[in-house]
């Protein structure tokens, strides 16, 4: 049973666009909404994340959008730029267990 | 700031050899967890430990894995009796506790089972 769906699987854009990644979530007991960059070798790393209370979050060029009624939540990129270039995952946390359900990820690449 | 250490961060080995991975946390955050990447895939939850004490386990770690946190410093993931299965990118995460707090992540062994 996959729990946190992401899509699409891969994106292309082209430098100075807009790079959105979707997902959409099953359970009603996440009650935190992060977003992580992965780097080829390395670890992810936190990049910006949200609570089910608010509907907006913004933190320089990215942005989560989230939407508690229909249980999804999207990262927007700005001004995407090929240092951005990476795999991106959508995360639900569940306080109660203590634990995160990551989506399966979505490799960006931005061309020049 | 040192960030969360892992070793090795290559692991071969031989299927039915036991392997066992360290992690190091950031060294004042009191809860540890362990996730399981595959290829094309998110990080899969395995375990966590808040301080010493594990406090919730997935169905993904069967009987051969174990993971210990001995006075709720580092902690070490074991594998016994590797499966080709086991195959994977292993990362360790540290963070603060209570509610959600922002997991670190170290940059993983890799354990390629031959």
């Known amino acids: 049973q996959q729990q946190v769906k992401q899509s699409p699987q891969s994106l292309i854009v082209q430098k100075g666009g807009i790079s959105i990644i979707n997902c959409a979530y099953e359970n009603t007991a996440f009650d935190y909404f992060p977003w992580y960059q992965q780097f080829p070798g390395k670890g992810p790393a936190l990049l910006i994340a949200?609570?089910?209370?608010?509907s907006e979050k913004k933190e320089g060029r990215f942005t989560i959008s989230f939407n508690k009624s229909a249980k999804q939540f999207s990262l927007h990129i700005m001004d995407s730029q090929p240092g951005d270039s990476a795999t991106y995952f959508c995360a639900a946390y569940n306080t109660n267990a203590g634990k995160s359900t990551f989506g399966d990820g979505t490799t960006l690449t931005v061309k020049p | 700031d040192t960030g969360v250490s892992q070793n090795p961060r290559h692991k071969i080995t031989k299927r039915g050899q036991n392997v066992t991975f360290r992690c190091d946390p950031i060294s004042e955050h009191n809860r540890l967890y362990w996730y399981r990447q595959t290829l094309g895939q998110g990080p899969e939850f395995l375990t966590y430990f808040q301080n010493e004490a594990q406090l919730e386990k997935s169905r993904l770690l069967s009987d051969r894995f174990s993971a210990e946190r001995p006075k709720g410093s580092f902690s070490t993931l074991e594998i016994q009796r590797t499966e080709q299965g086991d195959s994977a990118m292993y990362l360790c995460?540290?963070?603060?506790?209570?509610?959600?707090?922002?997991?670190?992540f170290g940059d993983g062994t890799r354990l390629s089972i031959l």
């Open positions: 995460a540290s963070s603060l506790g209570q509610g959600w707090q922002p997991q670190h």
């Open positions: 949200i609570r089910p209370d608010v």
